[in-house]
Each structure stands twice: as structure tokens, then as C-alpha cells.
């Protein structure tokens, strides 16, 4: 998820969690991201949207800057081709 598309999907996400209350944004398939994905992908998960990643190296990024995800056992792996 490149800057460009950050800035979208947290707008997006953020109107559906004030409209439903809840959201879960499933990461299956997203093989990189960037700074500002990261950052927005952050604030995301403190405003309450839950973010879901199989293991593999996007997941181990955003849980090594501190994003808070779910981890997703359906086989599919985050950012592996």
C-alpha cells in the first residue's frame, strides 16, 4: 500500500466505522507498505478497525512498528507471492 492509497483507504475505513461501528480490514494479498500506509494503518487500528494479516512479511512489519493486528489462520499468507 503505496502513500497514494493511504490516505483513501483511512477515509474510507474511518466513514464505515462511524456509520457501523465496527470494521475488519483483511490484508490478505498486500505485499508492501510504505511509511504513510503504516501510519495510517496505525491510527486505524487505535480508532477500533481491526486489521487481519496472515504471518508473512507485511504482517511482521506492521507488528514490528507497533500496529496492532489479528492474526489471520486461513492459509493465506500476507505478502507472500
Request: charged share 25%; glycine share 12%; hydrophobic share 40%.
Amino acid at each position: 500500500m503505496a502513500a497514494q492509497w493511504a490516505a483513501l483507504l483511512e477515509r474510507e475505513c474511518s466513514d464505515l466505522l462511524r456509520s457501523s461501528g465496527s470494521v475488519s480490514l483483511h490484508l490478505a494479498g498486500v505485499s508492501f507498505v510504505d511509511r504513510a500506509g503504516i501510519e495510517a494503518l496505525e491510527r486505524l487500528s487505535r480508532a477500533g478497525v481491526e486489521i487481519r494479516c496472515p504471518s508473512g512479511p507485511v504482517a511482521s512489519v506492521l507488528e514490528g512498528e507497533g500496529v496492532r493486528i489479528t492474526w489471520d489462520a486461513d492459509g493465506a499468507d500476507c505478502g507472500r507471492p
